[in-house]
């Protein structure tokens, strides 16, 4: 199934893809080009070939994902682990918001710091 831009159109090159791709490719473009490379595609499929089924519900696996995400630290050559479309979604999700919380302690932690500089 195509996806349908908001203005009607499936190929809007106005807009742009609604897909989280192309959303992905734009944010990241370092990481987007190394996962659309032919040596992570090779890897992926050794991965769902090797172990066809999710390791948390067991369904038919679609996606092979990094037991540690490289977004938190981990390697991108790391462990694999083959997932379903939900599961992959759910740990994703779980994933960005921890990304999201480290950011912020981050900010959190130069703000101070800022802080205790200038009162000095």
């Excluded at 807009?15 to 734009?26: F, I, L, V």
């Excluded at 999710?54 to 630290?73: E, F, I, K, N, T």
């Amino acid at each position: 199934m195509k996806k349908i831009c908001l203005c009607g159109r499936i190929a809007c090159t106005r807009h742009g893809s609604s897909s989280g791709w192309a959303a992905y490719k734009r944010r990241r473009p370092d990481r987007a080009q190394r996962y659309a490379s032919s040596g992570w595609q090779q890897r992926a499929r050794a991965q769902l070939k090797a172990n066809p089924t999710c390791v948390r519900c067991g369904a038919r696996a679609s996606y092979a994902d990094h037991v540690l995400a490289v977004g938190l630290g981990g390697d991108f050559d790391g462990p694999l682990q083959s997932m379903c479309t939900p599961c992959h979604r759910a740990k994703t999700l779980q994933e960005s918001h921890e990304a999201a919380r480290r950011a912020a302690e981050e900010r959190r932690e130069k703000s101070r710091a800022a802080w205790k500089k200038e009162e000095r």
